[in-house]
């Protein structure tokens, strides 16, 4: 399923695109919009706990309600 | 006000058709809790050291965190008045003088663990080893979020302030499992008349709630109680429900929760326990989630939802909504037709429009404005839910969680079983700003807002104005000293002069706020003057 909703998002970019007649602003503004994930997980990668598999593994809670 | 009615509680009541139409409510959350020996890497550009769980058993440094921020200036380590129905004299306990009402020898009997009745109102104690925060009483969604994100910030400097005092990294979090088997909650609180048949309740609630996890999922990175399966779903409680009815809340969870302890005049009144909810951090979740419950519930009230919606196989349904990230999932009613969360969603969404066009001429100005700004987003999110889920990254936190996910996966080639992952799932409800993922993508303008971090202080502190946690909250601040215990429904006193501990109930929640009372504390200077103003 998550196959099919993705050639489903990207079939509904490409009709997008096709509507808008603007491909070199849209390319444009996708590098824009890649560049600006970038430097978000960039920044998230800066502040998440070293050595992921440790951290999450000693993470262990009692039950509650 | 000058006196007190017959009843002995704080007069007088509010104009009877706002009553009529008011809604009481809350919500309450266990938060996670670690703690990180000395060794362990604090965060990224630590050493890279393996973290070292510490050994403190949960319930003792959940009680560290409490007793950490009762000692700040918000709070009051104060008694909780286990037996709000009977006289003074027959309460255990309560012989206790003021001085054992220290802040290191705190009063409460239930097995020394720390209990702090904060000045908004709030509580804020251990129970089963995590540290919980039962927001106020409130009568709108909105307040509701600001007195939810205030008790993240609450959670926020206690944890800061563990971490100074135990030389131990502690860590909380607003979620509600560990994925590896442990489930803790976030309930709603809803105030109902007693007259509606409960039953009804069970028949026309339970879908609702099946479907509304949609909207009020916070995320989750794994697939089963101890996340057996990798992946992602919507709701982090989802898999742990495996009742349609019943009273637990620990094992064996039900949908619907039959607890029946109203905090209020029993006669009148029952409190609905929703234990279904995650916890969110989103703003808007949050609203959305209390918001539509307390109108379905006023629908279900009126006897006007129509027709019952029963789901064939609410437990099941409850875990195929969540594992289905489409909204798209056929789901089935007892009468045989098939139907889906976002059709079932629209549908409750219908029958509260058209109760609203029936009572909106009774409602208060703030309520209608509340009313129509919620069904517009509720409309708008089941749209985008149907076309372009990624759209509501920025209001929904599973939405956002997964976006980021998803993010990373591309950037990394990450599998849905990577730790990075399921750390991603943990950080982005670690209360802590410094760390918080959720904080992260708010500063960076990639969430929505409902309240400003202003709003939210000031809730930290002060209490809701229209219901009787006014009272409650303003006595903490004001006389804090003097409150032996108190509870959601009472406050007990020790007014110098007077032998025996005076006790103040608060049977009705819509009693004891600010127009009632305001003046009279304003007018106070010790407890003994707030008590011959009341007449006692």
């Not at chain 2, 064996?252 to 929703?274: F, G, K, W, Y």
């Amino acid at each position: 399923m998550a196959e099919s909703e993705q050639s489903q998002r990207k079939a509904r970019r490409t009709e997008d695109r096709e509507i808008e007649e603007l491909p070199p602003t849209d390319s444009a503004h996708k590098a824009e919009l890649d560049s600006e994930v970038d430097s978000l997980l960039d920044e998230i990668d800066d502040v998440l706990e070293v050595n992921a598999e440790e951290f999450v593994r000693s993470f262990v809670q009692k039950g509650g309600q | 006000m000058s006196s007190a009615d017959e009843d002995g509680s704080v007069p007088p009541p509010m104009d009877p058709a706002a009553r009529r139409h008011a809604r009481v409510m809350g919500i309450e959350t266990e938060y996670g809790i670690s703690a990180l020996a000395a060794g362990s890497p604090a965060i990224a550009g630590g050493t890279g050291a393996a973290y070292i769980e510490d050994d403190l058993h949960p319930m003792q440094l959940s009680n560290h965190v409490v007793k950490a921020y009762g000692n700040s200036s918000a709070g009051q380590p104060a008694g909780w008045d286990y037996e709000t129905e009977t006289p003074l004299r027959d309460i255990r306990g309560y012989e206790i003088s003021r001085s054992a009402a220290h802040p290191d020898q705190l009063t409460d009997s239930d097995l020394g663990m720390a209990n702090v009745i904060l000045t908004n109102g709030a509580r804020l104690y251990v129970d089963h080893a995590h540290p919980e925060y039962s927001g106020p009483e409130v009568t709108s969604a909105l307040d509701a979020v600001r007195y939810d994100k205030a008790g993240d910030a609450v959670m926020a400097i206690a944890a800061q302030r563990a971490t100074q005092s135990l030389g131990r990294s502690v860590r909380l979090y607003k979620n509600n499992t560990d994925g590896k088997g442990a489930s803790y909650g976030t309930h709603e609180n809803y105030l109902l008349q007693r007259s509606t048949p409960f039953d009804r309740i069970v028949t026309q609630f339970t879908a609702f709630l099946v479907s509304r996890q949609v909207i009020t999922g916070a995320g989750r990175v794994g697939i089963g109680q101890a996340s057996q399966q990798a992946g992602f779903q919507i709701s982090q409680r989802a898999d742990f429900f495996e009742a349609e009815v019943g009273l637990e809340t620990t094992l064996n969870r039900p949908i619907i929760n039959t607890r029946d302890e109203p905090h209020a005049d029993a006669s009148r009144h029952r409190r609905l326990h929703v234990i279904t909810g995650d916890a969110n951090l989103s703003e808007i979740a949050t609203y959305l989630k209390v918001g539509t419950a307390a109108w379905v519930l006023r629908v279900i009230e009126a006897g006007e939802l129509g027709r019952d919606l029963r789901l064939d196989a609410p437990v099941a349904a409850m875990r195929a909504v969540s594992h289905d990230l489409t909204c798209r999932e056929p789901l089935y009613l007892q009468e045989g037709r098939r139907t889906s969360a976002l059709d079932l969603q629209e549908a409750y969404l219908e029958a509260c429009r058209d109760h609203y066009e029936r009572v909106a001429e009774d409602l208060s100005e703030n309520m209608r404005i509340e009313a129509k700004d919620l069904f517009g987003r509720w409309q708008d999110c089941l749209d985008a839910l149907r076309t372009d889920i990624f759209s509501l990254a920025e209001q929904l936190d599973w939405v956002a969680k997964l976006k980021l996910m998803e993010s990373y996966r591309e950037r990394d080639g990450l599998s849905w079983d990577a730790p990075k992952l399921a750390l991603i799932d943990l950080q982005y409800a670690d209360v802590d700003p410094r760390r918080s993922l959720y904080q992260a993508l708010l500063a960076k303008g990639r969430m929505r807002r409902l309240v400003t971090d202003d709003e939210i202080e000031r809730a930290r502190t002060h209490p809701p104005e229209d219901t009787r946690a006014y009272f409650r909250g303003r006595m903490m601040e004001k006389f804090g000293s003097s409150v032996v215990a108190a509870s959601w429904d009472s406050v007990i006193f020790d007014v110098p002069d007077r032998p025996a501990l005076q006790r103040l109930p608060l049977l009705d929640p819509l009693r004891g706020t600010k127009a009632q009372v305001g003046q009279v504390i304003e007018d106070s200077a010790t407890v003994s003057d707030l008590f011959a103003a009341l007449g006692r």
